[in-house]
């Protein structure tokens, strides 16, 4: 982006000097953005907004670790990788996302040195979860989150676990290992993150038991058309009428663009990344890569039009899409692109029960 406006908003977010300040900041780029969302191209839209994630996290995680300096604890006894997952690790968040985000942090040599890394990396990610909740970024429901003990290990523990999520093909960890697989390094050492997907990837090729477990996942979540190609609306409460885009068209398309990637072992993260390495290789044809993106980019942009509210200065979306927002030809253009994604989801099953 040329505008200097936008970059001294960014050198701001990098100055900030609490939550407070960083809410503030968050704010003008909220504004900015939804300003900007009508005639700008849709990847450069979430290019920069993510850009504009990433700046507050970075922000939040070096006030954090001044905090714990303040408070005694020093500086990091070891390096350490701060992780996002989900849309964070995806760099598809929107105006409206909460905090997924764990740590991966070097292993000690003896139990002093463990101990001390436990407790410091304890308390950063306490302050660090503690700031963006301040700059109006709620919790993740599912406490997926670096302040969970679950979610904050040395490299050594994170390999063990994911062995048993590896060794316990259930729904549950299953679920988890596809968290993983759309982590992303946004501070720190990413060599910690690189031998974490290393290992990730080294052992979900050699499991095809995770791999049918990881479809079922896959396929959990359907497109919002019934069986005469129209549109499934929310039937009750105070949405109804509406379009649950998050669950009924962009989630089943980033599962299944996930799916196809992880079995291909590409360790891009981002959807639209994977369609485009699933082309290089030669796993998709062009024609059919383009039409991917086409209707990727579509649910992306109606993803911006969802419901939204702020909710005790907090940044929140129901994944809602009013009947109100959508006009005729946006319906049509909808239909389309669901079909489009109902057949990646055949694909996709196709696919993967081939190699089973």
Not at 99 to 126: N, T
Not at 163 to 187: H, M, N, Q
Not at 212 to 219: A, S
Request: hydrophobic share 40%; glycine share 8%.
């Amino acid at each position: 982006m040329t505008d200097p406006g936008w970059h001294q908003l960014l050198h701001g977010i990098a100055r900030a000097d609490d939550s407070a300040s960083l809410h503030r900041l968050r704010e003008l780029v909220h504004d900015r953005m939804v300003a900007r969302l009508p005639q700008q191209q849709t990847e450069q839209f979430y290019a920069e907004l993510n850009d504009a994630h990433d700046a507050m996290i970075r922000r939040a995680i070096q006030l954090a670790q001044s905090e714990v300096a303040r408070l005694g604890m020093g500086t990091p006894p070891a390096p350490f990788a701060y992780l996002l997952f989900g849309s964070g690790g995806r760099r598809e968040q929107t105006l409206l996302s909460d905090q997924d985000s764990g740590i991966v942090y070097g292993d000690s040599p003896d139990e002093r040195g463990k101990e001390e890394s436990r407790r410091y990396f304890a308390a950063l990610s306490e302050q660090v979860v503690r700031l963006l909740l301040g700059a109006g970024y709620p919790l993740c429901e599912g406490n997926v989150l670096s302040s969970n003990a679950e979610w904050c290990r040395p490299l050594s523990s994170w390999l063990e676990r994911l062995g048993g999520w590896f060794a316990e093909p259930a729904w549950e960890p299953v679920r988890y290992l596809l968290i993983v697989a759309d982590s992303r390094c946004v501070f720190g050492e990413t060599e910690l993150h690189d031998r974490l997907m290393a290992y990730f990837y080294r052992d979900v090729i050699q499991q095809p038991v995770i791999v049918k477990r990881m479809l079922e996942n896959t396929m959990k979540h359907k497109v919002l058309l019934n069986v005469f190609g129209q549109l499934l609306r929310e039937p009750y409460g105070e949405d109804a009428g509406s379009l649950d885009i998050k669950y009924g068209a962009y989630i089943p398309m980033v599962n299944a663009v996930r799916l196809l990637a992880v079995e291909a072992n590409l360790r891009e993260t981002g959807t639209l990344e994977r369609i485009r390495a699933l082309e290089q290789r030669g796993l998709v044809q062009a024609a059919e890569a383009a039409e991917w993106i086409q209707t990727f980019r579509l649910f992306l942009r109606l993803r911006m039009m969802t419901t939204e509210r702020i909710e005790n200065g907090r940044f929140m979306t129901n994944g809602k899409l009013s009947s109100r927002k959508l006009s005729k030809e946006m319906a049509e253009e909808l239909k389309a692109g669901l079909k489009v994604g109902k057949k990646l989801q055949r694909r996709v099953y196709r696919h993967t029960m081939n190699r089973l």
